[in-house]
C-alpha cells in the first residue's frame, strides 16, 4: 500500500515536470524561414518591384487566386491586374492616409475577366538585395468562396486556441516551480491540475460553438452582402441565443442617431427605421463599445420609449468599429426575459461583430467608389458617364413608347466674371445653390447633370410635342436668375439653354444630340443670353452638306480632278484674238465635268477658294508658256475672288510665282475681280492692283454694271478694262433699256479711258449691234465655247482663216 502511495507520488511530481521540459522544447524550437512560409502559406502574397510595377515573386496561394499560372503571373505588373487608373490609385492612396488605414482597397481582374474588391497591406521589404514591396492580398467581395472564407475564420480559431495553450503552459510553469520550490505544496499543485482540466473542457465547448459559427460564417453567409447579410446574421443570432430582437444599425456622422439597416423580430425581418440615441443604452454601447445588460433594461433606461414598446427586459449591445476603431455601427441583441447565459451570449456575438463591421466598410466603400465614379463631387448631380447611360436608356425608352425626348444644354451667364471677381470658393457656392435650384423643378423621372464649369445637361421625358417643354423652360430661366445671397453678396445671373428633340429623321448617337444642343445653347447665346433656343435640324443639315462639300471639293484639288477650259476674247472688227478667259472645270468621277456654278459657291468667302485660286494661278501661267513654246501668244485672264485678292501675302506670292516663270511677259496675266470686292476698303483694294500692276498684270471690272457701279470706283480703281456683264448684251436686242445701259456704259468707258469688252456675244445680230454702240472687243458663245487648253491651237488656226463670226 506504501509503494503504491509512494508510486503515486513520484508520478505526481514527474507528471508536471515533463509537461515543463515539453514546453521549453517547444520554445526553442526554431519558425520556418521566410521562403518557406511565402511559398507554402494560403495567404496570398506579392513582392513587387515599386517603380515599375513589376511581380517579381508570387506565392502558389497568389496564383490560385487570380487564375494564371505562377511563371506567367510572376512575368506580369500589377497594373495588368488592379483596374483603377493612375488617378483612382493616387485617391485611394490620399484617402488611406487621411483615414490613417495600413491598407488600401482596390479592385483586381481575375484571370477569367471576374472583378474581385481587394484589401492590399503593403510595407517595403529588402529581398535577395532587393528593395521590393512585400504584398498581402485578402479578398473583401461580396460571393467570394466558401473555403477562402473558412480559412480566415480557421485562422482566428487558431490564434484563440493559441491564447488558450499558452495560458495553459504558464499554468504549468507556475506548477512546475511550486514543485520544485517546495514539495510541501504538493495538495496545491494536484488541485490546480484539477482546475486547468476542468478549464480545458470548458474551453473545449466554447472551441466547438465557436467553430460552428465561424463555419456557418463562411458558408452560408459568404455569398450575402449588404441588407440580405444583415438580415441573415441577425436571425441566426435571433435563433442561438434564444432571444426576441436582433438588428444591425448604422451610426449617423455626428453620432447622434442610429439607423437601422435590418434585423429579425417575432419570426420575420425588421422594417428599417431610425432612431435617436439619446437616454438609450445604445448612447452608452457608443462610449463604452459593449453593453451586457441581463435583466432591468427599462429600468435603467426609463426614458427610452422603443424599449418599452419591445417589451425588452435584457440587453446586448456592441459597437461596430472601422479600420480607424472610429464607430460605424451597432450590434443589438433584446430579450423580454432575463439572460442566464448573457456573457456566452456575449461572446457568440462578438464572433460576429468584426464580419458585420468588415461588412458595414465594404459598403460604404462601394457606395464611395459608385459617387466617385458617376456623381458630380461638388454638387453631387450625375456627372457626363451617368448621364450618357441615362440618355441611351431615355432614348430606348422614347422609342419603344412613341413619345418624344428632349435635351437642353444649359451654360450660366457671367458665370466666369464671378469667378474671377469673388474667387472660385464663391462660385463654387454659388454653382451648388444653382444647381440645388433646378434639381428642385425637375421631375422625378428626367434628370439633371453637371458636365464640368457652369455647364449642365436636362433630360426631359415623356413629352409629345415641342410645346410640351416650353413651360418648364420658361421656370428653369425663372429660377436661375433669382439673386443668390452668398456671405452679404447678392449674385443676379442668368442661362441661355440650347435644346434638342428626340427622335429625329436621322438615326443619332447620344453624343451627337448633345453637340446639336450644345450649338443650340451657342445660338441662344449670341440671340442675348437669358433665352433657349431650338435646334435647327434643317439648317444643321445644310451646314452638314456644306462641310461634307468643301471636304469633297478639297479632295478633289489634291487629286487632280480640277481642270481650266479657255474661252477666247476677239476684237470683233479687226478678228484678232486679244486673250482667253480661264474658266475652272470639275472632272467628276461620278457626275462628269461640272461647271462653276455647281460647285465655286460653297467655297465662297472660305480659305478654300485661295488654294483653289493659287492653282487656278500657277495652272494659267503655265499654260501661257507651253503656248508659247507651240508659236501661240495668247494672254490670260483670271478671276479672282475678294477673299484671295485681300489675303495678307498675296502680291508676294504673285511676285513669286512670275519670278518663277521669267518666260512671262508683261501684261499676259489680267485678273478679273467684281465691283463688289472693293465695297469694303476702295483703297486697300487700290493699293493691291497698284503693286500687281507693277508686276506686268493687268486688271479687269468683271460683271460691270450689275453691283454698286459707281464713278468712285472708275476714279479710283486702276482697272484697264470693264466687262460689261452678259444679261445687257443677251436682251439687247429686245429690250430698250438693256440697249440704253449699254450705251451709257460704253460712252462711260470712253469718258474714263477704259477698255470695254461685252460678255454674252451669242449671234451675229449682237456683234453687228454692239460694234454700232462703239464697243469692239466681244467673248461668247458666237465666238466660241469654253474649251480644254488641248483645243485652242485648233480653234486659233480655224478661226483666223474664217471672215465673219461664226453663229451661235
Known sequence: MSSKLSLRFILILVFPLMLVLSSFASVVAKGPAFDQVFSESGVMMLLIEPESGRIVEANKAAAEFYGYPLDQLQQMTIQQINTFTPEQVARERAAAESAGRNYFIFRHRLADGEIRTVEVHSRPYRFNDQNLLFSIINDISPGRHADQDLWYYQEQL?????AQVEEIQRSRSFQYWTLIGALVIQGLVILLLII??????????????????LTNLATTFAPLSGQDFYQAVSQYLVEKLNVDYVFVAALTCDARRAEV?????????IQPFGYSLEGTPCADVYDAHRMIRAQGIQQAYPDDALL?????????????LDKRQQPVGLLVALSRQPMHNAHSADTLMQLYVDRVSAEMQRSEVEQQLAQMAHFDPLTSLPNRTLLADRLKHAMAQALRHEQMLAILFIDLDGFKAVNDSHSHAVGDQLLVSIAARMKQVIRD??????????????????????NDSVKFLNRLLTVISEPVLLDDLEFSISASIGVVFYPQQEGLDADQLLRQADQAMYQAKQAGKNRYHFFDVERDRALR??????????????????????????????????????????NHPERGVLPPASFLPLIENHVLAIDIGYWVLNTALDQILSWREQGIHVPVSVNIDAIHLQHPGFVDQLA???????????????????????????????????????????????DFGTGYSSLTYLKRLPAELLKIDRSFVRDMLDDPEDLAILDGVIRLAGAFQRQVIAEGVETQAHCDELLKLGCEWGQGYAIARPMPASSLPGWLAQWLQSESVPSA
Open 261 to 269: 439597416l435590418a434585423g429579425w423580430a417575432d419570426g420575420k425581418p
Open 196 to 213: 486547468n482540466i476542468q478549464r480545458k473542457r470548458q474551453l473545449q465547448r466554447q472551441q466547438q460553438q465557436t467553430t460552428e459559427a
Open 445 to 466: 423621372e428626367d434628370t439633371l447633370a453637371r458636365l464640368g464649369g457652369d455647364e449642365f445637361v436636362a433630360v426631359l421625358q415623356h413629352l409629345h410635342s415641342p
Open 158 to 162: 487558431e490564434a484563440l486556441v493559441d
Open 656 to 702: 513669286s510665282a512670275l519670278s518663277q516663270r521669267p518666260g512671262i511677259q508683261p501684261f499676259d496675266l489680267q485678273l478679273e475681280i467684281l465691283e463688289t470686292t472693293a465695297l469694303d476698303d476702295v483703297k486697300q483694294v487700290s493699293g493691291i492692283m497698284l503693286a500687281c500692276q507693277r508686276l506686268g498684270v493687268g486688271f479687269a471690272l468683271d
Open 545 to 586: 452638306d456644306q462641310h461634307e462639300g468643301l471636304l469633297r471639293i478639297r479632295q478633289a484639288l489634291e487629286e487632280g480632278e480640277l481642270e481650266l477650259y479657255y474661252q477666247p476674247k476677239v476684237n470683233m472688227r479687226s478678228r484678232e484674238v486679244i486673250g482667253a478667259e480661264a474658266l475652272i472645270r470639275w
Open 308 to 320: 418599452a414598446e419591445l417589451g425588452a427586459e435584457a440587453y446586448i449591445g456592441s459597437v461596430l
